[in-house]
């Protein structure tokens, strides 16, 4: 069975970081572009960033880029988001989620592209 277990989730204050992990099992990772949504109450769930299958290309949402940064390690079948100086807008329920191709093309941030999904992690961020 194909599953992501995203972790790392929780209540932190603003300025603070946290590290949020995704682990998959009954597949590869190293075959996929993997990337991170999020969700908050009541809005739609936005891309935030993606990494290449090998790691050497990163995209990220304009909202997030100088303060988080998306890593991977296939070794291990993970794939992690540091998240630094968190806001409170950075509130919501984070996904990771598996891409159509090894690399990002102009679909990146679509979240139509991603295939599997983990279950979310909670992130909130107090002012």
């Known amino acids: 069975e194909v599953q992501l277990q995203a972790s790392g989730g929780g209540l932190v204050q603003a300025g603070g970081s946290l590290r949020l992990s995704c682990t998959a099992s009954?597949?590869?990772?190293?075959?996929?572009?993997m990337g991170w949504f999020r969700q908050a109450p009541g809005k739609e769930r936005d891309f935030v960033a993606g990494?290449?299958?090998?790691?050497?290309?990163?995209r990220y949402a304009d909202s997030v880029k100088g303060r988080f940064t998306i890593s991977r390690d296939n070794a291990k079948n993970t794939v992690d988001l540091q998240m630094n100086s968190l806001k409170p807008e950075d509130t919501a329920v984070y996904y990771c989620?598996?891409?159509?191709?090894?690399?990002?093309?102009?679909?990146?941030?679509?979240?139509?592209?991603?295939?599997?999904w983990g279950q979310g992690t909670q992130v909130t961020v107090s002012s």
């Open positions: 989620a598996s891409y159509l191709y090894p690399y990002l093309d102009g679909s990146y941030d679509s979240k139509t592209f991603y295939t599997y």
């Open positions: 009954g597949f590869a990772l190293s075959y996929y572009a």
């Open positions: 990494i290449v299958w090998i790691g050497t290309v990163t």
